[in-house]
């Protein structure tokens, strides 16, 4: 007896293996258009270690076969959902590289087969780094008790929690978490700033976790957006007073707003606070250093109160008026001092406002969003990518990547290939990571959005990411960790004057 059960399972299993076995169809008709498929992976370039691109095909039919192509072979599957395994891809993708892999998509409706036009997608020759953190943010304008830093490994499908602020609230005191930072995309020296319930500012650095206050008598505020210096123990920060309007009649539904902002920079080592701009009259945002560590770059607006209410008012009343600028200081590692404000695109001069610089890792690209008015240009539908060419002096669209919605936050690869930027194509709500390959020349390629396991998870997740930074591994420290850190009181810094 139990030798014919064994039998009769095996017979069984060859059965199963028999009838999932699928074969291209001969007989099909061919169809004049590429098929529609979630998410888009249609001739885009994808880093040759990224994770399996799942897709799902958006045409009704009775039946679907798909054929995913390489130089060295082919492999077939049935179904709505075309979802490779890991190993499988990655010796598709290790065939591929340097070349394409083809698509091929066929359905059949009743007792008929179509062929839609095939499709390639492009493996490059340079991968992409392994990690990228996120801020998952739920869509509302009220709502951060719920908010996690995530990590996601960009070879594979796993996602972890680096912390989430329901570890130290509770019902009656609230958290809110913003802009996790890495110093040169290591994972062991990052920061993020809590607010509300025990506020502070965390800064973990080579296994060392520190809470500080980075508010003193001399500042606007704690340290509100980040940027590590790449090789010195010094972060730039801006400082803010941020409130938000809401529009009754404009589909953007709310304008962010700095009625005051400074920069500041925190020297670790010190224990030590220095102002670096700080002008009534300007408003001064988002820092970013040079590669080299040289230059801090930001944004500023120029801006006087213009009717005799309170300056809040003033501005919501001029939203439209307020157009920011990049600059950029000139910095001397060793006196720790700063050079004057220098230009470095002037687009209120155009009618717009620019924001977010990031400049590649050899130095030579600025990457920043701009729109028609403000800094918080994830609300601005018409906020879009610009690229500026700092050999040549040209700035243009990077019409390659940007869509009729917004493109907001951004952040290039270690090795200066690739970018992730945070888009709402999609659906106009909700902010979804996408990559580009950048060449050597600054031409981008068609950008692909952040794979999932489920290729529809995107359609049924209600969080927006935000912050999207490339980490060349994963945060270690667990987020137990940093909540204990955070319930401990904040450690006072020193003022040390105007640099």
């Known amino acids: 007896m139990k030798h014919a059960l064994k039998s009769l399972f095996y017979l069984c299993g060859l059965w199963t293996l028999a009838a999932c076995e699928v074969s291209v169809p001969t007989d099909y008709s061919e169809a004049d ?3 529609r498929i979630y998410p888009d992976y249609t001739e885009v370039t994808v880093p040759c270690n990224i994770v399996p691109l799942h897709f ?27 979802t490779p395994g890991i190993e499988r891809w990655q010796k598709m993708l290790t065939e591929a590289r340097g070349k394409s892999l083809r698509a091929d998509v066929f359905v059949r409706c009743g007792d008929r087969w179509k062929h839609f036009l095939p499709f390639t997608i492009r493996v490059a020759d340079v991968p992409i780094d392994p990690y990228l953190s996120y801020r998952l943010i739920a869509p509302s304008y009220v709502t951060y008790e719920d908010l996690v830093i995530s990590q996601r490994n960009l070879t594979n499908f796993d996602e972890e929690v680096i912390y989430g602020n329901m570890l130290v609230s509770d019902e009656k005191d609230g958290q809110c978490i913003n802009c996790h930072s890495y110093q040169n995309y290591n994972p062991n ?5 809590a607010r509300q319930a025990h506020g502070g500012t965390l800064i973990a650095c080579d296994g060392r976790l520190t809470k500080v206050n980075l508010k003193t008598d001399s500042t606007l505020s704690a340290g509100v957006y980040p940027a590590w210096h790449p090789s010195e123990k010094l972060i730039a920060y801006s400082t803010n007073h941020t409130g938000q309007s809401f529009h009754t009649r404009d589909l953007q539904k709310v304008e962010v707003e700095d009625t005051q902002s400074d920069l500041i920079l925190y020297d670790l080592e010190r224990n030590e606070v220095s102002t670096i701009a700080q002008d009534s009259c300007e408003l001064e945002c988002f820092p970013w ?7 801090l770059y930001y944004c500023s607006a120029h801006y006087e109160k213009q009717d005799t209410v309170t300056l809040e008012y ?21 006196s720790r001092r700063f050079g004057p404000r220098e230009t470095v695109f002037d687009a209120a001069a155009q009618g717009k406002s620019a924001t977010l610089p990031r400049l590649s890792p050899d130095g030579r690209y600025l990457l920043f969003t701009l729109a028609e008015y403000g800094v918080f240009h994830i609300w601005h539908k018409d906020a879009d990518l610009y690229l500026t060419d700092l050999k040549t002096g040209q700035t243009r669209a990077l019409a390659e990547v940007n869509s009729d919605d917004v493109e907001s936050y951004h952040s ?34 068609k950008p692909f959005e952040l794979p999932q396991e489920n290729p529809e998870m995107h359609r049924q997740f209600l969080r927006s990411y935000n912050i999207p930074e490339f980490m060349s591994g994963p945060v270690t420290v667990s987020p137990q960790e940093l909540a204990a850190t955070l319930k401990t009181e904040p450690q006072p810094v020193r003022y040390g004057g105007h640099k």
């Open 314 to 334: 003033d501005m919501i009343l001029h939203y439209k008026d307020i157009k920011y600028n990049l600059y950029r200081k000139r910095f001397d590692t060793a």
């Open 189 to 193: 020296r990052m920061q993020f700033h």
């Open 33 to 35: 258009s590429l098929p």
């Open 56 to 82: 799902h095909i958006d045409e009704e039919a009775d039946e679907y076969i798909t054929r995913l192509t390489t130089p060295a072979g082919e492999w077939v599957t049935g179904g709505r959902d075309v």
């Open 412 to 445: 290039w690869s270690s090795n200066g290939h690739w970018i992730v930027f945070s888009s709402r194509r999609n659906d106009g709500n909700f902010t979804r990571p996408f990559f580009a390959y950048i060449g050597r020349d600054g031409k981008a390629c």
């Open 289 to 295: 250093w040079s590669p080299d560590g040289n230059y």
